[in-house]
């Protein structure tokens, strides 16, 4: 498996790269800012064979700017036309991006349409790699994270995309539109803690940390 990272604007977004080695086929989480970084990332990995990626999906842990300011360059840019997933919950905020960035003074484009709703429990394949979506609404009623299944692909460690819901230390905003703090200590409690220990949870800003640490060390779930 192939896996990137890239910080991207302002607000210091993890853009993450999947891809399955065997088949060059990838997905982009979070494609927040910095289209031409994210882009000129993208040209620069090829599979173990020097094989091009092909972009197949773009997801999105859910509809904040900083997490989907970037995908209609990237979707336009990219000759695999690839899929702009998201959760029909975020779908209003997805759709007032540009209002989301005039309240920060920041411009964005009118964005793309989404191509497919995120449903509970689905299940995505990019190439080997299989994505199970867990929709754990409250920092954003259509927030979600994208569970990386350990048998996936060859080297494949379990792992959660868990976007701005679970970070190392700390727990996502509630002070924003269609949050609900309840509700997210619930999807946190219920869809999260009850993973393995050992899963790799990959937050939407910040360092890597583990669902076990979090249990034993987050001051905000004790």
Known sequence: MIERTW???????????????????AALVDPGDDAAKILSKLEGV??????PLRVKYL???????DHVGATRSVREARPENPSILLHRGDEPLYLNLI?????????YQQPLAV????????????????LSVLHTPGHSPGSVCLRMHEDSDSGTRESLF????????????TDLWGADQDQMFRSIRNRI??????????????????????????????
């Not at 191509?115 to 299989?130: C, K, P």
């Open 7 to 25: 910080v991207v604007g302002p607000f210091q977004c993890n853009c993450r790269l999947i891809a399955c080695d065997r088949t060059g086929e």
């Open 46 to 51: 090829k599979t173990s064979s020097g094989a």
């Open 59 to 65: 997801l999105h842990t859910h509809g904040h700017l």
């Open 99 to 107: 209002e989301q960035g005039r309240l920060f003074g920041l411009s």
């Open 115 to 130: 191509d497919s709703y995120f449903e509970d429990e689905q299940v995505l394949h990019i190439g080997g790699i299989r």
């Open 162 to 173: 868990s976007g701005d819901t679970l970070f190392q230390g700390s727990v996502g905003r």
């Open 193 to 222: 803690l009850t993973l393995d220990g050992d899963t790799r949870v990959c937050p939407g800003h910040g360092p890597e940390t583990s669902v076990g640490i979090e249990k034993r060390q987050n001051p905000f779930l004790s």
